[in-house]
């Protein structure tokens, strides 16, 4: 259980994402936290380096609706603080706390509060004995063993509320570090592909290393790591999940590419109305085609689309033709038929 979400078993996988504000300005975080919890954000962490930041919790946890983690790394103080001051879960590498009295004075203070471990391992991490058992190089058994040792340290002092996180930047290694420790203990695992990179190379990683550990079953709760704007994170979440039939509702939008025969602004039109169906909450799929020719048959599995001609468009409903529209109307069209689709 994280705050009121419980994950792992057969409870839905849960999208997570993280704060690039600085979390002693408690306005700017709330702001950005709201902003994604619009966007479907679930569970969200935020970094805890400073004592301020720690008592900055507090008033976070006031102005917002879902679970909040808090990010520490290398001063044990902080972590108790975090907790002192209301975090729903601390994320700690129980490496780089410091001596066992250390880690067992988190624990401690975890197991009196309530409050779960998220004991986190990334491949950039890893112990110099690990890596040389296994060749010399960083593994994904190694990461595994570092990852299950802590656990057991924690184990060993009386705690077992733990989520486990395994990160590497290499897409296969992770995958497999992933597929090896599911096989190894039934704790929940975070998902995710580290340091994927920028909106493209991000989305492409991400896709590839969820949508196999998903589609295994491997994964309790994810995040999407871009170098951007954490929306983009939520976003690109959520159609992982949807994609993979793991995730129903909100609209999707499905949209040929441009060709030799398009007469619209095909490029434009789409991203009007992908930013357009995020107000709706239908579950639904919208076709955005380039041509009169093709659209209609291509548009035949949506429920509702649009298709462009010389200086007009088509509104289509499961590849039939509804209505001609000039082509500056075609989206206006298309919102009032959504606005009124209950109906």
């Not at 994810?222 to 939520?234: A, C, F, K, N, Q």
Request: aromatic residues 2%.
């Amino acid at each position: 259980r994280i705050g009121d979400r419980c994950i792992g078993g057969d409870y839905p996988i849960a999208i997570q994402s993280m704060c690039n504000t600085k979390t002693e300005d408690v306005k700017a975080t709330v702001a950005q936290i709201l902003a994604l919890e619009a966007a479907g954000c679930e569970i969200i962490r935020v970094a805890v380096p400073t004592m301020e930041a720690a008592e900055a919790i507090t008033e976070i946890k006031k102005q917002i609706h879902i679970p909040l983690v808090a990010d520490i790394h290398f001063d044990y103080r902080l972590a108790i603080a975090a907790i002192e001051h209301g975090v729903d879960k601390i994320r700690i590498n129980p490496g780089n706390i410091g001596s066992v009295d250390r880690v067992k004075a988190v624990v401690d203070k975890a197991k009196a509060y309530h409050v779960p471990i998220r004991v986190g391992v990334n491949s950039g991490s890893l112990e110099k004995d690990l890596i040389a058992k296994y060749g010399g190089h960083v593994t994904a058994e190694g990461i595994v063993e570092s990852a299950l040792d802590k656990v057991h340290l924690i184990e060993d002092l009386g705690y077992d509320q733990m989520v486990i996180s395994i990160k590497s930047s290499d897409v296969m290694m992770c995958v497999k570090a992933h597929e090896l420790i599911a096989a190894k203990t039934d704790y929940p695992l975070h998902v995710g592909i580290t340091e994927s990179g920028t909106l493209i190379s991000g989305n492409i990683k991400s896709a590839v290393g969820l949508g196999i550990m998903l589609n295994e079953g491997v994964g309790h709760t994810i995040r999407v790591s871009l170098t951007g704007d954490p929306l983009e994170e939520i976003k690109s979440a959520k159609l992982i999940l949807k994609t993979l039939g793991l995730r129903k509702g909100g609209i999707e939008v499905v949209s040929c590419p441009t060709c030799g025969r398009t007469r619209i602004d095909l490029i434009g039109l789409a991203n009007k109305v992908e930013n357009l169906v995020q107000n709706y909450d239908l579950d639904i799929k919208v076709a955005v085609m380039g041509c009169v020719v093709n659209g209609p048959g291509e548009a035949r599995e949506a429920d509702i689309g649009v298709a462009g001609g010389i200086g007009e468009g088509l509104l289509i409903k499961k590849g039939e033709i509804v209505k001609k529209v000039p082509e500056d109307q075609l989206l206006a069209v298309l919102k009032d038929e959504l606005d009124h689709w209950n109906k």
